[in-house]
């Protein structure tokens, strides 16, 4: 009950606030994620692994703009220079090689439709599907964040997490029909030990965070975060952190919010089913290379 009167309050805030002014503007957003599990060979010196990881996060930091409106909006990463793959030239799959670069979300959320348009292994896809539809529980807790005034939602995600297990898979010794199993153990073990993913755990749910502003009564967030009576300021998954850094309204500038329209035309589940069959490729090129004693950086 208090939390159907918390719900309606914030929603008559904000709709009171939406007749008053053409809520109109940019966001900047500012994107960290964290490592979870260990990677790396028994025998890999400490500093090693420690340079790796930093190197990791790094890659991971990222920051994004979103421009919205009333009904749409779009999420552009900024474009920064390549980060060197941690394991060139030292043989063996290399970090970032199953990265998807680029990056401009559209959202329409009067449609509940979305487009994300991204450049994986150097092909241009259009994504376009519906809107992932989040049952959010607002709460009565508060924060500021910046000169706005927060709310605390939070909702369960559910995860597909077909595209991690088939990593795994791939990530695995084909098996010996030659009934070696200490040579099929070692090669497991070396297999797995060197993956920089295959430790790392993958959850079938996620419970989001949100902090959402009343103040800027928009439904919009970043990426594919929506459907909150105001603009979503802050979003923590316990892997992800996404921070709002700066919000600039223009509410007397009209702003051009354009939905991309370059790349080949898929759905979430198609682009999802061309990656893992993309990783799966490079996963055996990079072990044939192995077996002929060289990795993609050595000599065959």
């Avoid at 900047?28 to 400490?46: L, N």
């Avoid at 991690?164 to 898979?169: I, K, P, V, Y």
């Amino acid at each position: 009950m208090k939390k159907s009167l918390l719900f309606s309050f914030i929603l008559t805030l904000a709709i009171y606030h939406g007749h008053s002014q053409n809520f109109i503007g940019t966001a900047i957003y500012q994107s960290k994620t964290s490592i979870q599990g260990d990677f790396g060979p028994p025998d890999m010196p400490e500093a090693r692994k420690q340079e790796i990881l930093e190197r990791m996060k790094k890659a991971m930091e990222k920051s994004y703009e979103l421009t919205f409106d009333r009904s749409t909006s779009l999420y552009v990463e900024e474009e920064k220079l390549e980060t060197p793959s941690v394991d060139q030239g030292r043989g063996g799959p290399r970090f970032g090689m199953f990265s998807t670069t680029g990056g401009t979300y559209y959202k329409n959320i009067q449609g509940q439709v979305y487009t994300n348009s991204v450049e994986t292994f150097g092909k241009k896809f259009l994504i376009k599907d519906s809107l992932p539809q989040l049952n959010w529980q607002l709460t009565s807790e508060t924060k500021k964040i910046g000169n706005y005034t927060c709310y605390k939602a939070t909702a369960v995600k559910t995860i597909d997490t077909t595209s991690m297990e088939n990593l795994r898979d791939m990530m695995r010794p084909p098996r010996r029909d030659n009934g070696d199993k200490a040579g099929e153990q070692e090669q497991k073990d070396s297999v797995q030990g060197n993956s920089l993913l295959a430790r790392i755990e993958s959850p079938k749910e996620q419970i989001i965070t949100a902090w959402f502003t009343p103040d800027i009564p928009v439904g919009q967030g970043p990426g594919p975060y929506w459907g909150l009576p105001g603009l979503i300021l802050e979003v923590n998954d316990g892997r992800t952190a996404i921070l709002c850094s700066k919000i600039v309204l223009s509410p007397d500038k009209e702003i051009e919010i354009v939905q991309p329209k370059r790349g080949k035309e898929v759905t979430q589940t198609e682009y999802n089913k061309i990656l893992v069959e993309k990783m799966k490729e490079m996963s055996e090129r990079f072990r044939n290379n192995g077996r002929r004693g060289g990795g993609p950086g050595g000599r065959p």
